[in-house]
């Protein structure tokens, strides 16, 4: 997990290791592009948001979803 991540939320303990997609749960490949992870911020960059997790596969964050 993120040490930023932890930093800002210490209280909250994930069994989540930020290494596969949450959508797809493919494992992040580096030779990949489409299974690569992309940086998702936690609060919107454009309202100031600093925190960035790496947890959707670029080929899942392409996509629209409707859940």
């Known amino acids: 997990m ?3 991540y932890t930093k800002v ?3 909250l303990i994930l ?3 930020f290494t596969k997609c949450i959508i797809c749960m493919a494992s992040h490949d580096e030779n990949n ?3 690569k992870l992309t940086d998702e911020h ?3 960059e454009f ?3 600093k925190i960035v997790v790496k947890n959707v596969c670029k080929a899942c964050n392409s996509k629209k979803y409707i859940f």
Request: glycine content about 12%; charged content about 15%; hydrophobic content about 30%.
């Open 2 to 4: 993120s040490s930023v």
């Open 9 to 11: 939320f210490p209280h």
């Open 15 to 17: 069994n989540y290791d």
């Open 33 to 35: 592009t489409d299974k």
């Open 42 to 44: 936690i609060v919107p």
């Open 47 to 49: 309202i100031g948001g």
